[in-house]
């Protein structure tokens, strides 16, 4: 069983800034790629951010500047850095991670998603 938990979701004024946080557990041998996509009401889910193991980084181009990906391999974790924040990044943010499990299965995990909400 492998589980990606996400937490730091919250509302905030714009301008403001929020860390989301997202930890693997379970039993795998290896994580490669780590990222956030987020879903708007009435959207469909794109990409926000990825990261590798590697440390190697691609960004939405409307978080360039903005939003910092980065992980601590040493707990299994993710976490996106959202500063001067708009209203239109108001979203569910979910995580995703390229897994090999226990048994060398290699798939995408995705969390449950946690609520950003940014008032004007």
């Known amino acids: 069983q492998v589980q990606l938990v996400e937490s730091g979701g919250g509302l905030v004024q714009a301008g403001g800034s929020l860390r989301l946080s997202c930890a693997a557990s379970g039993r795998f041998r290896s994580i490669n790629v780590m990222g956030w996509y987020r879903q708007a009401p009435g959207n469909s889910r794109e990409l926000v951010a990825t990261i590798t193991s590697g440390g190697s980084t691609n960004y939405e181009d409307s978080v360039k500047g903005r939003f910092t990906i980065s992980r601590d391999n040493a707990k299994n974790t993710v976490y996106l850095q959202m500063n001067s924040l708009k209203p239109e990044d108001t979203a569910v943010y979910s995580c995703?991670?390229?897994?090999?499990?226990?048994?060398?299965?290699?798939?995408?995990?995705w969390g449950q998603g946690t609520q950003v909400a940014v008032s004007s």
């Open positions: 995703n991670a390229d897994i090999t499990n226990w048994f060398y299965s290699t798939r995408y995990y």
